[in-house]
């Protein structure tokens, strides 16, 4: 059961560009975590969102941003996009109540910067 | 930092062998998650360990969380065709207040029919 969405499933942009991230998770779902992957590599934490805040950031620099939303979906915001930005882009869910490192991934958001 | 080493990096293996992959740091933590990912997906959680020693099992798969707590493996049993993917350890620790989990580089699965 993830039912975690995210959108768009593609995206290409040229260096410089901003782009949004969207990812809907289920009701319920109170935390929001972001993670890049790279090509061949784990997925690495951006930041996490708890009820509308952010909750604990990774080692990436402020042009990473997000906001999370009363309606349990989030977005990740990149601006002044620079080639190694090029990755797959997850969001991870966990519910209220829920062990919180069992998170619910979505597919993902595969992002290339030209 | 914190950092998880996984291996093997890759395993090709015949359809009803067994494989054992295992994740190993430096560091200390207090829970150990196997998660696989096939292509055009995000990571699958199989196995959740949260004591040093546990040993649980879901299906086919077996994972222990380490007494060190700086290691988990991960087994397989009899494998199929359909465990092909990447399967990466994540480890959680206590030293951050918020759900940071750090993930494993991967190891690729390969299973020949």
């Known amino acids: 059961e993830t039912g975690v969405t995210q959108s768009p499933t593609h995206l290409i942009k040229t260096r410089g560009q901003q782009v949004t991230l969207r990812c809907s998770s289920q009701?319920?779902?109170?935390?929001v975590s972001w993670y890049q992957q790279a090509l061949g590599q784990g997925p690495q934490f951006i930041f996490q969102?708890?009820?509308?805040?952010?909750?604990g950031r990774g080692n990436f620099p402020p042009r990473f941003s997000g906001l999370q939303f009363p309606n349990y979906s989030s977005e990740l915001n990149v601006n002044a996009l620079e080639l190694d930005d090029s990755a797959l882009y997850l969001c991870?869910?966990?519910?209220?109540?829920?062990?919180?490192?069992?998170?619910?991934f979505g597919p993902g958001t595969r992002l290339t910067v030209l | 930092g914190q950092q998880l080493n996984q291996s093997p990096q890759s395993m090709f293996i015949q359809e009803g062998e067994d494989v054992s992959m295992n994740c190993t740091s430096s560091?200390?933590?207090?829970?150990w998650l196997w998660y696989k990912q096939e292509p055009g997906e995000g990571p699958v959680l199989l196995i959740a360990?949260?004591?040093?020693?546990e040993l649980t099992s879901n299906g086919r798969l077996t994972a222990q969380f380490g007494i060190t707590r700086k290691d988990s493996f991960l087994n397989i049993s009899a494998s199929i065709p359909s465990d092909v993917g990447i399967y990466f350890c994540?480890?959680?620790?206590?030293?951050?207040?918020?759900?940071?989990?750090?993930f494993g580089p991967g190891t690729s699965l390969s299973v020949i029919p």
């Open positions: 991870a869910s966990t519910p209220a109540g829920g062990k919180e490192s069992e998170q619910f």
């Open positions: 009701s319920g779902h109170n935390t």
């Open positions: 969102y708890y009820r509308e805040e952010e909750n």
């Open positions: 560091s200390i933590f207090n829970t």
């Open positions: 360990l949260y004591k040093a020693g």
């Open positions: 994540a480890g959680q620790s206590w030293e951050t207040s918020y759900d940071k989990v750090i």
